[in-house]
């Protein structure tokens, strides 16, 4: 699967600018910035003082063992993971310069802001138009949106996941007979036109085969720079084609977290070296 | 190596007793339905006609046909769904989609389950104190009704709360994620998919409400009355309370005239089982996931 790495990353296209230019945004504003970040689940501790800084426009992959809180870590930005009760953090986690844990933050512009794809394409069972247009439609009730603009938007925002020319012909279908690859595009597609900041993605290939992650792939650089995309994947060579900088973590803490290349190539911990030459996890 | 041994044989003539003992119990389940049915319909299925469902009670019950009856319970059913079934809704949505776990939510519950453990002569009595009683409703379809839609709250809130959480967390997931609330995710995704089951728990409420005797019989349900009611405040007469008069308190009446009365009361609620198991497939069919 390493092998395949740079073949795909070819054909998805511009490898070395896309290193380039991940180094030259570097400088640009933070989208999620946390500060000695704990969150227990119960009495469990599943992060430890994470601090991170993930920067604007870019892809940043989390890797990792299971259960070492890459997915804790996402759930905590938009504020899902205490929807189960018994979950308490210290720290902060500041969202575009925002701390999203303060009393005053509205959770429904949080959730805005912060779009998420699941590890299991969960389209909406309605239409695949009614799907793209559900959290436009949230997020404007009231107002009145003419069927032009609303299939402009449907239009856009399939586009922009590579999925128009595939259904336009059947946009009344319904979203969840398309493949599961489809599928995915579109549960990326609907976040699309409430224009998020961020893309929150747990590992968004894991129910797909090979063909279709290479299609999701190739999707997440199409959206590279117009979102901050941060994707947890338990996909080595995923995270090596298909990510500007990567962050590894380990049983809660952040060992590692640099450039995609200096992670893979030269990494600073003994622990990263361990775990991306498959000694374990 | 892969030879029968004397125990393999043991064990294999116990399993086929056991499972042909089991399927003749199985199998008896079917003969009482049978039974009742055959006995209905070979004795009161020569009283049908047009006319017994058209034409109202007469010579003291003991000939003309069912009309009052017929027309009461339909009321009552009308009546006491309009007052269950958005209660029952509302409540197990409130249960399946906002209630945290605590212990009002427990409460809640167990009074659902005590409710649907309740002897149906205890709602009559309950009845007439709350609504003839206090509520001044009288002896009245109105009273009546609400007694049968007390007594019927459980079996929509169970069916509703079920049918609700049939539909895949994974949809709410979506929607909330997206920035929805609560109600938002409920009505355009939630309500939507559980419909189907919601429609089947409140047809079973209606074969349910339809049959009951007891809980009419003080709160509504007349003896005999020579007209149809024109309000919710009027007595009426009802099917099962009919058959129930007719069978042990009314001398003359043919033998026949019971069966046909029953048989038009087992067949209201057959159909509507049927209607209910129908509709379920047909929404079913055209589920989408």
Known sequence: MADSGPDTRADVGAPAAATEEGAAVSVAPLAIETREFNL????????????????????????GPSGCGKSTFLRSCNRINERLGYVRTT?????????????????????????????????????????????????HAGEKVSKSDEGEIVEKALRDVLLWDEVKDDLGGPATGLPLEAQQKLCIARLLPVKPAILLMDEPCSALDPKGTEAVEELIWELRGDYTILIVTHNMAQARRASDECVFMLLGKVIEHGLTEDVFLSPEDPQTSDYIEGRYG | MFETTA??????????????????MAVMLILPVLIILGMLIARGGPVLSWAFLTTPPTNGMTAGGILFPLVGTVWLVTVALIASVPVGVAAAIYL??????????????????????????????????????????????????????VMTLPVVIVATRESLRSVPRAFREACWNMGATRWQTIRKVVLPNAISGILTGVILEVSRTA?????IMFTGAAFFLPFLPQGVLDQTMAMSMHLFVISTAVPGVPEELPYGVALVLISMVLVMNALSVGFRMYLRGKKKW
């Open chain 1, 91 to 139: 720290g902060t986690i500041d969202i575009m310069g925002h701390d999203v844990l303060a009393d005053d933050v509205e959770l429904l512009q949080v959730r805005k802001q912060i779009g998420m794809v699941f590890q299991r394409p969960n389209p909406l069972p309605l239409s695949i138009r009614d799907n793209v247009l559900f959290g436009h439609r949230i997020h």
């Open chain 2, 96 to 149: 399946s989609e906002y209630a945290p776990d605590n212990w009002l939510t427990r409460v809640i519950n167990l009074a659902i389950i005590n409710l649907a453990g309740v002897p149906s002569i205890v709602h009559a009595l309950f009845g007439v104190g709350a609504f003839v009683l206090f509520f001044r409703f009288g002896t009245s379809i109105l009273a009546a009704s609400l007694t049968l839609a």
């Open chain 2, 7 to 24: 125990l393999n044989t043991r064990s294999r003539r116990i399993e086929g007793l056991v499972r042909i003992l089991f399927l003749m």
């Open chain 1, 40 to 63: 227990w689940y119960g009495t469990f501790q599943a992060l430890f003082d994470v601090d991170l800084k993930i920067k604007s426009g870019i892809i940043t992959s989390m890797i």
């Open chain 2, 211 to 215: 049959g009951e005797t007891a809980p």
